[in-house]
Structures are given as C-alpha cells and as structure tokens.
C-alpha cells in the first residue's frame, strides 16, 4: 500500500505532459469537467493542441466527451470528464490519501 502513491506519481510523470497535466487536474478537482478553455489555460496552448490532448484521453478511454450547450457566438465548446472507471477511482475514498499526497507533490 505504501508504494501506490510512487506508483500514481510515476504514471503521471512518464506520460506524455499535455495527458498528465489532465489527468493531475481531475485528481485535484475531484473529477469535474473541463471544457477546452480550462484544457487551453492549464496546458498553455491554442485550441488545437487543446482539442488533440482531449480527443487521446477519449481514444485511450480515460474520458467522455462532448460538446457544450453553449448559446455564445462562435466555436461550440467541448467538454470531457472521467470516464466511468477513471471516476470511479478518483471518487474512491481508500484512494483519496493516495490522490492528497500527490496533490502534494504537485
């Protein structure tokens, strides 16, 4: 047990950096949504790399996604979560010392 926090630390360190940045920010929000302008803000970059980074999460299964219901002009916005194990692993209350002590180190 003492080693799963190096283990998490590990996987999100050695994955790539724009799918880790993600994934640290569904530990330390708990799992809420992000939608590209969070994904655009906390990766530094354009819409573009914002949308890619997003769209690896939903092909490697660790998000859902879809668009926003947004009446705002312009681009409609997209949005991911957790996907169902992902959530159900950050919701884990065994799992929550592992997440804070990761949280951290971040």
Same mark, same amino acid.
């Given at each position: 047990?003492?080693?799963? *926090? ?5 996987? +999100?360190?050695?994955? *790539? ?7 640290? %920010? ?39 996604? %879809?668009? #926003? ?6 681009? *409609?916005?997209?949005?991911?979560? *957790? ?5 159900? +692993?950050?919701?884990? %209350? #065994?799992?929550?010392?592992?997440? #804070? ?6």
């Amino acid at each position: 047990e003492e080693d799963i *926090p190096i283990l998490i630390h590990i996987a +999100l360190s050695t994955a *790539p950096e724009d799918r880790g940045t993600i994934l640290r %920010s569904f530990i330390r929000n708990k799992g809420n949504a992000l939608y590209t302008k969070d994904v655009c803000e906390m990766l530094n970059a354009g819409e573009k790399r914002a949308l890619k980074a997003m769209e690896n999460l939903f092909i490697l299964g660790l998000v859902e996604k %879809s668009e #926003s219901d947004s009446e705002s002009v312009g681009r *409609p916005s997209h949005c991911i979560k *957790p996907s169902k194990r992902l959530r159900e +692993l950050l919701l884990n %209350s #065994s799992m929550e010392q592992y997440f #804070s002590k990761i949280e951290n180190d971040m």
